[in-house]
């Protein structure tokens, strides 16, 4: 079964740090590019981060640029986002997802179940 | 960055009736990268439809999408129970790799 599980979840202070991880099983992770999205409470959809195959390109939004941190380790099918300085803004539910590329498109076709971070004091 | 606007905000229909929701992007998105997804409360989303058009594996055919440039609709032909949920369409072709606000179908 081809599956996305997230943890690292959890509350912790402005300004403060947490890594979460996404444990990838069931397909060949190596294969795909990998991304994060977030939601915040009561909101919509937020594309955060995503990380090539190797590792050699990352792409961030704005809002998260010199902050958070996406990174891979091929060998153990895990995708991680380091998250520095964290903001009271940052709270919600952070999902990992594949993203899926054909000739005929590309999405996110996989998703986790998300890991929810609460920033607050 | 492009901009996605989804419409209507809100959709109150019946079972067995047909949903259109529309999302218009602020520049040109290739359809190759435009997508659908539907999420549930609690839920992560899932995904519907990509290439603007392809349904995602095991999406039933009552799904359909369409549209090209700047114009995209999702098509329900048929509401079933467990279609009210709401959508959202993304687009995966220039970073940020953008969503539009969603559209709520609820039951009338």
């Known amino acids: 079964e081809v599956q996305l599980v997230e943890s690292g979840g959890g509350l912790v202070q402005p300004g403060g740090s947490l890594r979460l991880s996404c444990a990838a099983s069931?397909?060949?992770?190596?294969?795909?590019?990998m991304s994060w999205v977030r939601q915040g409470p009561g909101k919509g959809l937020e594309w955060v981060a995503n990380?090539?195959?190797?590792?050699?390109?990352?792409n961030y939004v704005d809002s998260v640029k010199g902050r958070f941190t996406i990174s891979r380790d091929n060998a153990k099918n895990s995708l991680y986002l380091q998250m520095n300085s964290l903001r009271v803004e940052d709270t919600g539910v952070y999902y990992c997802a594949r993203v899926y590329s054909s000739s005929s498109g590309r999405a996110m076709d996989v998703w986790g179940q998300g890991a929810t971070v609460t920033v607050s004091s | 960055e492009i901009v996605l606007t989804q419409s209507p905000g809100t959709l109150s229909l019946s079972p067995g009736e047909r949903a259109t929701l529309s999302c218009r992007a602020s520049?040109?998105?290739?359809?190759?990268?435009l997508a659908w997804y539907q999420q549930k409360p609690g839920q992560a989303p899932r995904l519907l439809m990509y290439g603007a058009s392809s349904r995602a594996t095991g999406i039933p055919d009552r799904f359909s999408g369409s549209g090209s440039g700047t114009d995209f609709t999702l098509t329900i032909s048929r509401l079933e129970p467990e279609d009210f949920a709401v959508y959202y369409c993304h687009q995966y072709g220039t970073p940020p790799y953008t969503f539009g606000q969603g559209t709520k179908v609820e039951i009338k």
């Open positions: 069931g397909f060949t992770f190596s294969n795909y590019w």
């Open positions: 990380i090539k195959q190797d590792g050699s390109e990352k």
């Open positions: 520049q040109s998105v290739s359809s190759s990268y």
